[in-house]
């Protein structure tokens, strides 16, 4: 759900430049659409930034142009970050979930390879159930998941 994410999973592509500003419209719209709106995030912003990283470090695959795409990037997890928590109370308990569902979703995503297109459906699968968890299964599902996974499609594009 990271820039990363796009990044990786449009192939490898060098347009970073071009594909950047519609990656983090993207997010920002995803994070609006999965956030629970609540006034707790000061406990939970420092552990999801943490595990934000940390998964941003792993989904770059250990690129040389690290260097170049991650300040932007980082900005970008740092809302990401703030949104994505949900301002929830439970994030110690769901940030376990939350981590290892992030760890499975950058070791799929990088898959350290160029075949992207056979990796790319098992990415949109552990995506999905991203979005899920961090959601922290809440009651309005039914009503987010959809628009979360049809803006998640379109990293994609």
Known sequence: MSLFSAYIMTGYKD??????????????????IMTGYRDDIKHTLPSSMLCLFFSAYIMTGYRDDIKHTLPSSMQCLFFSAYIMTGYRDDI?????????????????????????????????LCLFFSVYIMTGYRDDIK???PSSMLCLSFLFI
């Open 15 to 32: 347009d970073i430049k071009h594909t950047l500003p519609s990656s983090m419209l993207c997010l920002f719209f995803s994070a609006y």
């Open 143 to 145: 009503h987010t998941l």
């Open 92 to 124: 110690k308990h769901t940030l376990p979930s939350s981590m290892q569902c992030l760890f499975f979703s950058a070791y799929i995503m990088t898959g350290y390879r160029d075949d992207i297109k056979h990796t790319l459906p098992s990415s949109m």
